[in-house]
């Protein structure tokens, strides 16, 4: 049997196709998405259609894992009311803040739905909505999250057919809490000013949502970084560090999370556990620019790092290029500080890139290092960990082994092997073998406090914390 797992990330939209019994990848298909904070859902759905085009023969199942957080707001008739707002749109940041006041603070919300609202959060969204576009507002229907829109046109997406989502991206809301597994309609209203739309309806972990009008079996799907959880297949003490568009360090835990500080998210997984994770809006896209400012692609970006010395000669980098998430700072702007005659060099800016990105997600690790997390090994995933250098370095800024598992789409796989569990309807995820990863080990007395000592500081210099 043949089973598809689909990625619907910020960038594109990749398709796997997977042997059900055993993971292996037999064809793959990847299709471009819109650039921009707002995109048409429609743009996704095209896109998938495209992506699969000619590859689903001999299918039997489909999943879809999809950008965690984005609102879809769709009309009775189930056309969207606008673009849709993506996790990484800043302009609810207020919003947010409006919003932690007025349910009582940071603990309430922490308490209630196990995150505390950000301007990604969907839950901000709405709220901005309502106050900033209210005749739009006024025509919601029916508020999706991407992955839930995409599995809902799969089988139809007609006005009479229900929706549904599952718990790992419900999480990812604001207003569904993994304690309890039950929406909180009262934040909903909170937020949207007191308008109810229709919420998908949260399906099981291996529970299917339905049918294509072909006969294909369609699975819950679920949020990328759940999908990434389980196409890794990660196991206690495993920690993840994904180098994608945004970072995202998470966990496979066995009780739910309330990090009263807003840092950890408290999110459920794709497997009926619970997945605590930081996010930051900066990653594998620093080194892009830092290879474009250097005049470098990013093969040579390596390359040109390897020419500097630990500690860039005092060059650090504060990646915080789009705003950022984690520190909570969704107005600022990067910093390149420490300049001097003798650093002022495309290698030395190259090391600093790479530093300054994983300084970045050291930090993201330390809370989850606070919420009780204790990692063996770091898994780095994502384009930026098939440099070689990003994994040396990253063993001494995190100070725990790092291991790179062979490429692959994992979020995609993790979609597939949650479609290959609906489709054999097994009380566990089919246990799908993966070959062992390219192992770094932390160096005893690396420089890796030293470095991150000099970055807390320029952080603390800069921005006050």
């Known amino acids: 049997m043949l089973v598809a797992g689909v990625d619907s990330s910020t960038q594109s939209c990749k398709v796997v196709v997977c042997a059900a019994d055993s993971g292996k990848i037999l064809r793959h298909s990847k299709v471009p998405h819109p650039d921009g904070t707002e995109v048409p859902a429609d743009a996704w759905w095209r ?12 299918v039997s199942a489909i999943a879809v894992a999809g950008q965690q957080h984005g609102l879809v707001a769709l009309e009775a008739a ?5 673009p849709a707002l993506l996790w990484n749109d800043t302009r609810s940041a207020q919003a947010a ?24 959060h969907t839950v901000a969204k709405l709220r901005w909505l309502a106050d900033h576009e209210p005749a739009h507002a006024d025509r919601v229907a029916r508020v999706l999250l991407p992955h839930d829109y995409l599995t809902w046109r799969l089988r139809g997406g007609t006005p009479d057919l229900e929706p549904t989502t599952d718990r790992g991206d419900a ?10 597994g039950e929406y909180r309609k009262d934040l909903v209203a909170l937020a949207f000013r007191d308008r109810m739309p229709e919420l998908p309806r949260v399906l099981g972990p291996a529970e299917p949502a339905g049918h294509t ?5 369609v699975a819950a799907g679920t949020g990328d970084n759940a999908a ?12 993840v560090v994904s180098l994608g568009t945004s970072g995202t360090v998470f966990t496979r835990a066995l009780h739910p999370s309330a990090d009263a500080g807003g840092v950890v998210n408290g999110f459920a997984d794709a497997a009926g556990a619970y997945l605590p994770l930081v996010c930051t809006l900066n990653a594998a896209r620093v080194l892009d620019r830092t290879a474009a400012l250097a005049g470098v692609g990013l093969r040579e970006l390596e390359t040109r790092a390897r020419q500097s010395v630990p500690g860039a000669a005092g060059l650090t980098l504060l990646p915080y290029l789009a705003g950022e998430r984690t520190p909570n700072l969704p107005d600022t702007t990067g910093t390149l500080h420490g300049l001097t005659l003798s650093n002022m060099t495309p290698e030395h800016l190259a090391r600093a890139g790479i530093e300054g990105m994983l300084c970045n997600l050291a930090e993201a690790l330390d809370r989850l290092r606070a919420d009780g997390i204790r990692p063996r090994r770091v898994l780095l995933i994502g384009g930026a960990a098939a440099n070689r250098l990003v994994a040396e370095i990253a063993a001494q800024i995190f100070e725990v082994t790092v291991a790179v598992p062979e490429p692959q789409e994992y979020v995609a796989l993790g979609a597939a092997r949650q479609a290959a569990w609906a489709l054999t309807a097994t009380p566990e995820p089919p246990p799908w073998a993966a070959p062992p990863p ?8 690396g420089p890796g406090r030293e470095i991150r000592a000099r970055y807390a500081h320029t952080r603390r210099l800069i921005h006050g914390k």
């Not at 922490?110 to 609202?117: E, L, Q």
């Open 47 to 58: 896109a998938l259609r495209s992506a699969r085009d000619g590859l689903l023969d001999g």
């Open 78 to 82: 189930g056309t969207p009311v606008r």
């Open 228 to 239: 990434a959880a389980l196409g890794l297949g990660i196991d206690a003490g495993d920690v």
């Open 438 to 445: 390219q192992e770094f080990p932390a160096p005893a007395d």
């Open 213 to 217: 009008s072909d006969g294909l079996l």
């Open 171 to 180: 999480s990812g809301t604001g207003y569904w809490s993994p304690k309890t």
């Open 97 to 120: 803040q409006d919003l932690v006041a007025e349910f009582g603070g940071p603990r309430a919300w922490a308490d209630a739905v196990g995150i505390v609202p950000l301007a990604a």
